[in-house]
C-alpha cells in the first residue's frame, strides 16, 4: 500500500521560506505522479502543484507561480515542495497524494494522502 508522509511545515513570517518534503513507499511503480494540495480553516481543499516522475512535468496553481518550486529525487522516492515569499494566504495543511499514472485537478483522482503538515504565515 503507498504510503506518504508530509513534513517541513511550520510558523514563518511573511515574506519568509519553507520546504515541505513527501516520501513516498511502498509502491513499485515507475511513472506516478505527486501532487501537493492545501487546505485553510473554512475554504475548500485546492490543488497548489504536481510533478510526474515520468517527464519530471510540473503543474502549479496561478496563486503560487513563481514563488513555489516543485522538484523530485527519484532515488528516495521524496517529492519538495520549496515555498518562498510566503503570504498570509498561504497558511493551510499541506498534504501531499499519489497517483499512479500522471497528474490531475481533481483531488478524486488521488487514492493516496498523506496525514498532512501545518503551514503557517505569520505577521
Known amino acids: 500500500e503507498v504510503q506518504l508522509v508530509e513534513s517541513g511545515g511550520d510558523v514563518v513570517q511573511i515574506g519568509g521560506s519553507l520546504r515541505l518534503s513527501c516520501a513516498a513507499s511502498g509502491f513499485t511503480f515507475d511513472d506516478y505522479a505527486i501532487k501537493w494540495f492545501r487546505q485553510a480553516p473554512g475554504k475548500e481543499r485546492e490543488g497548489v502543484s504536481c510533478?510526474?516522475?515520468?517527464?519530471?512535468?510540473?503543474i502549479y496553481a496561478d496563486s503560487v507561480k513563481g514563488r513555489f518550486t516543485i522538484s523530485s529525487d527519484n532515488s528516495k522516492n521524496t517529492v519538495y515542495l520549496q515555498m518562498n515569499s510566503l503570504k498570509l494566504e498561504d497558511t493551510a495543511v499541506y498534504y501531499c497524494?499519489?497517483?499512479?499514472?500522471?497528474?490531475?485537478?481533481?483531488?478524486?483522482?488521488?487514492?493516496?494522502w498523506g496525514q498532512g503538515t501545518q503551514v503557517t504565515v505569520s505577521s
Open positions: 510533478i510526474s516522475r515520468r517527464d519530471g512535468s510540473t
Open positions: 497524494a499519489f497517483h499512479p499514472r500522471r497528474c490531475y485537478n481533481e483531488d478524486y483522482y488521488y487514492a493516496n
